[in-house]
């Protein structure tokens, strides 16, 4: 259980930090941008880690990804601090959408967490490959990661997706395979 609040709360925490910026590109959002805070934190935080792990200089792995969030934090307080005033009437006047927002996430969230609790098992479809490329791509030091089929070859797969669940999993400290 202990994973699930981890996981939980290491995605929260990316959403806050991408919410300055969303709050920023997106004023004609009537929420200005937050219930898309979450997958913008994920592109913000692990963009970034893909373009460096391509260099084949910068290596993927838990410092480069706190260096990552410790800049997107550092340009989400000036964010902040910049239209702290706007930001703040804003809240205030649109709270309760915002809690609902979190409501309906945390709602999926809890759905989705029962559903991989009730069948947790990687036994049917494509989850084999799935999580082959998961455990690749956040093992791999730099990318394309290796093609676990293929000896000595690369991914040649769209594999971005398990890049950022796999960025997630290094954050967290869970296994891929949890």
């Known amino acids: 259980m202990l994973d699930v609040f981890l996981w939980l709360i290491a995605i929260e925490l990316i959403g806050l930090l991408a919410f300055p910026l ?81 409501v309906v996430f945390l709602s999926v969230f809890a759905i989705w967490v029962y559903i991989r609790a009730y069948d947790p098992a990687i036994d049917h479809t494509e989850q084999l490959m799935d999580f082959a490329f998961l455990t690749t791509s956040a093992n791999s030091l730099h990318f394309p990661p290796m093609d676990p089929w293929l000896a000595g070859e690369s991914v040649s797969y769209y594999y971005f997706g398990y890049l950022m669940m796999g960025g997630l999993s290094t954050l967290t400290g869970i296994t891929t395979s949890v």
């Open 22 to 102: 969303a709050f920023l590109l997106l004023p004609w959002l009537p929420d200005r941008g937050y219930s898309l805070t979450k997958p913008l934190g994920l592109l913000l935080a692990f963009y970034p880690l893909w373009v460096l792990g391509s260099t084949q200089v910068i290596p993927n792995g838990l410092l480069t990804i706190a260096v990552i969030l410790v800049m997107l934090g550092a340009a989400a307080l000036l964010i902040l601090w910049l239209h702290q005033n706007e930001m703040a009437a804003f809240l205030g006047r649109e709270w309760k959408f915002l809690v609902l927002t979190e």
